[in-house]
C-alpha cells in the first residue's frame, strides 16, 4: 500500500497565538474559520517519554477539501511553535492507522506521538516523520472523518 495524496486534508502550522494566526490568514489569505476547539488535556503517547496529557488549542479553515489547522500548545511541549517546524505536519486520512504506521516505519519513518501506544496500535491518530526528519505525516482514522467534518461545519 502506498499513500495517496488524494487523501492529504490539511496542512497544520503549529502557532504560538491562535488569536493573531487567525487573524492573519484571514487578512491575507481568505481563510474563514471553524470554532476553535479547545482539548483540557488531550492525552497522547509520546515516543521516548509514553502517555502525556498535553493541552492545545485546535482549529481548521471551513472551506477545502485541503485545510489549514492551527495548533496553539503550550512552551516545551509536542506542538510548541518553537520545537516544531512553522508547517508542523500534514494530515492524511488512513484506512487503518496501526497498518500505515507498521508500514512506514517498515521502511524507516518514525513514530513521533500517537493517541495510543505501540500496544493499542497508535490509536486513531499517529504523528510519523521520515528518517531525515523533514517531513511529519498525521496518520488519521477515517472513522474520525465525520466528526472533523461536523467541526468544520459549525457556525
Not at 495517496?4 to 474563514?32: C, K, N
Not at 485546535?58 to 477545502?64: C, E, F, L, P
Not at 493517541?115 to 531525515?132: F, I, L
Request: aromatic share 10%; hydrophobic share 45%.
Amino acid at each position: 500500500m502506498t499513500i495517496d495524496p488524494g487523501l492529504i486534508f490539511h496542512t497544520g502550522i503549529a502557532v504560538a497565538d491562535m488569536a493573531q494566526a487567525q487573524d492573519f490568514y484571514a487578512r491575507s489569505l481568505g481563510v474563514e474559520w471553524a470554532p476553535v476547539h479547545r482539548y483540557r488535556p488531550l492525552p497522547l503517547w509520546i515516543a521516548g517519554q509514553g502517555w502525556c496529557d498535553v493541552e492545545i488549542d485546535a482549529v481548521y479553515s471551513r472551506h477545502g477539501p485541503h485545510r489549514l489547522e492551527l495548533i496553539q500548545g503550550p512552551k516545551g511541549s509536542f506542538y510548541d511553535p518553537a520545537l516544531m517546524r512553522s508547517v508542523s505536519h500534514i494530515g492524511i486520512w488512513a484506512a487503518n492507522v496501526g497498518d500505515e504506521v507498521e508500514r512506514l516505519t517498515g521502511i524507516g519513518w518514525r513514530v513521533m506521538a500517537a493517541k495510543g501506544s505501540p500496544q493499542e496500535r497508535y490509536g486513531n491518530m499517529a504523528y510519523v516523520t521520515d528518517p531525515a526528519g523533514g517531513m511529519v505525516l498525521e496518520l488519521v482514522g477515517r472513522e474520525l472523518q465525520p466528526m472533523l467534518e461536523a467541526w468544520f461545519a459549525e457556525t
